[in-house]
């Protein structure tokens, strides 16, 4: 499980909120729309390893039809509840795989529902992590940079460190998609450890 406490002796932390008393609401997305996705995976083992002080929920980008202007008028109200997800979140985390070095057709979909209509950027403000895993030998770092890029125009405060890319994820993984390489889980525990204290830095900002 995730242990919180010592994040009351960080800077970040202390800049808005006594850390012991908050529930960090995280969104998580990810980019994968697949049945036994590793990058759903992570976000699955994300979950697992939170206390009480802080909460997990993974988004549903599944079933949102592809972004054209001509509907903004009349949202589909699967993307109303996903803007209101967002917008409800204290923090933001990515799992993301490589299509073609870049972020999935499914994810850029999303984060233009979630930055549209024009003046209603749901992504607006809010901290992020991004992590990634990909059957390949680079764990899907292109699409992270892709990513990256991407949130800069959104004004989303994307963390820099640490970093997680899980390459030749098919080992990483056991048959029922939890983690099984405990190096992996570290990392990914320390990634939502900096993600709650990032969030701190950014709301007290």
């Given at each position: 499980?995730?242990?919180?406490?010592?994040?009351?002796?960080?800077?970040?932390?202390?800049?808005?909120?006594?850390?012991?008393?908050?529930?960090?609401?995280?969104?998580g997305?990810?980019?994968?729309?697949?049945?036994?996705?590793?990058?759903?995976?992570?976000?699955?083992?994300?979950?697992?390893?939170?206390?009480?002080?802080?909460?997990?929920?993974?988004?549903?980008?599944?079933?949102f039809?592809?972004?054209?202007?001509?509907?903004?008028?009349?949202?589909?109200?699967n993307?109303?509840?996903?803007?209101?997800?967002?917008?409800?979140?204290?923090?933001?985390?990515?799992?993301?795989?490589?299509?073609?070095?870049?972020?999935?057709?499914?994810?850029?979909?999303?984060?233009?529902?979630?930055?549209?209509?024009?003046?209603?950027?749901?992504?607006?403000?809010?901290?992020?992590?991004?992590?990634?895993?990909?059957?390949?030998?680079?764990?899907?770092?292109?699409?992270?940079?892709?990513?990256?890029?991407?949130?800069?125009?959104?004004?989303?405060?994307?963390?820099?460190?640490?970093?997680?890319?899980?390459?030749?994820?098919?080992?990483?993984?056991?048959?029922?998609?939890?983690?099984?390489?405990?190096?992996?889980?570290?990392?990914?525990?320390?990634?939502?450890?900096?993600?709650?204290?990032?969030?701190?830095?950014?709301?007290g900002?």
């Open positions: 499980m995730l242990d919180l406490s010592h994040l009351r002796h960080n800077p970040f932390a202390q800049l808005c909120f006594d850390i012991r008393g908050i529930q960090l609401r995280i969104l997305v990810s980019g994968s729309t697949r049945k036994g996705s590793y990058n759903t995976a992570l976000l699955n083992e994300a979950k697992l390893l939170l206390t009480s002080d802080a909460t997990v929920e993974i988004a549903d980008i599944s079933n039809p592809l972004y054209s202007q001509d509907l903004e008028s009349d949202l589909p109200e993307v109303k509840a996903f803007k209101s997800l967002v917008r409800r979140a204290d923090a933001l985390l990515f799992a993301t795989p490589e299509h073609n070095r870049s972020i999935s057709a499914a994810l850029k979909n999303a984060i233009e529902w979630g930055n549209r209509p024009a003046g209603d950027n749901s992504w607006d403000g809010k901290p992020a992590a991004i992590i990634s895993a990909s059957t390949g030998p680079r764990g899907a770092v292109r699409s992270q940079l892709t990513l990256r890029q991407i949130l800069v125009d959104l004004n989303v405060y994307a963390m820099n460190k640490p970093e997680l890319y899980v390459p030749n994820a098919q080992q990483v993984f056991d048959g029922d998609l939890r983690l099984k390489d405990e190096r992996v889980r570290a990392t990914l525990k320390s990634v939502l450890e900096n993600l709650v204290a990032w969030s701190a830095a950014i709301r900002m």
